[in-house]
């Protein structure tokens, strides 16, 4: 789940230590070297490291933005998710008549609603889909959806066949029937738009491109800064080069919002949020409580 005011040092660290190994034995070799004046031969304008260094700049913002961007809609989509569950169980409570039938068909397709947020959330970081049904659906219907390959998808066929039932019954009309279909779409088009966001990669050659000019763009710095002394140009160059591997691997953090990272959509605690507010308006007891961040305000 995200967590508030939380850096995931020890994710960084466990991505890029091998890298920034590498980068600080190159530049303390290098600063040895210019202490001892061996590096005149090779000193570079600062000027032509930095006219790469600002495009390669541009090149990351825009990285970053589009991942921010992937991010950002994820996190839409699944705030429609929210809303559209909402008035799913709130049509339903308007809709269906007092009687005890009506009423069993109404807690069905409300926890059923509450599952499937559950199962959507399992579903697009490849867990058990069905690991939070146990409460909320019959055991025989657990059964039958272990089999589907779809379990989000198979809910909400389940949904649509119930309304049809309730059609056919006479506890619905014709308009009610159009506007309860309206919002299972709704539902539909924000799953799907979910497992688009989770399939579509992000273009490799952009990323291995970008990669491979940050590192030359690294390699190349101290040689600009030959005129200082080894100190200095040990301290700006491991600076810049933390600076732009960091943020390039924050960027690849956020373009995958459904990896189950600390950078992750909270889709478990948005469903649990969807579970108790379904649960009070169907008048239902014992309510669960809402999860928290696992490290919440601690910078880490």
């Not at 009610?176 to 299972?184: I, S």
Request: with cysteine; charged share 20%; aromatic share 10%.
């Amino acid at each position: 789940m995200v967590t508030r005011l939380y850096i995931p040092w020890k994710m960084l660290f466990k991505d890029l230590w091998f890298s920034i190994l590498l980068i600080v034995i190159y530049l303390l070799f290098l600063s040895i070297l210019d202490d001892e004046h061996l590096l005149s031969q090779l000193s570079l304008p600062l000027s032509i490291i930095t006219v790469p260094g600002t495009a390669i700049s541009l090149l990351l913002a825009f990285r970053t933005n589009s991942s921010y961007q992937r991010w950002w809609e994820a996190r839409m989509v699944w705030g429609a998710i929210v809303n559209d569950s909402r008035s799913w169980v709130r049509q339903l409570v308007t809709y269906l008549p007092k009687d005890p039938v009506a009423k069993e068909l109404l807690i069905e397709m409300s926890l059923r609603q509450s599952a499937w947020c559950y199962a959507l959330a399992r579903h697009l970081r490849k867990q058990d889909p069905t690991a939070d049904a146990g409460p909320l659906l019959k055991k025989d219907e657990i059964s039958m959806l272990r089999k589907s390959k779809n379990v989000p998808n198979a809910l909400l066929y389940s949904q649509a066949h119930l309304l049809k039932h309730m059609f056919k019954m006479g506890y619905i009309d014709s308009y009610q029937m159009v506007q309860l279909d309206t919002t299972l779409c709704k539902l539909t088009d924000a799953m799907g738009k979910c497992e688009r966001i989770k399939n579509t990669v992000f273009p490799s050659m952009y990323t291995l491109l970008l990669e491979i000019l940050i590192y030359c763009f690294i390699f190349s710095v101290p040689y600009g800064l030959v005129e200082t002394n080894g100190a200095v140009l040990l301290i700006t160059s491991v600076t810049l080069a933390l600076a732009f591997l960091i943020i390039e691997r924050i960027a690849t953090y956020l373009q995958d919002p459904f990896e189950n990272s600390s950078s992750d959509t909270p889709m478990l605690t948005l469903s649990r949020t969807i579970e108790i507010n379904i649960k009070e308006e169907i008048k239902y007891k014992d309510l669960p409580q809402p999860w928290k961040p696992e490290r919440p305000y601690v910078l880490m």
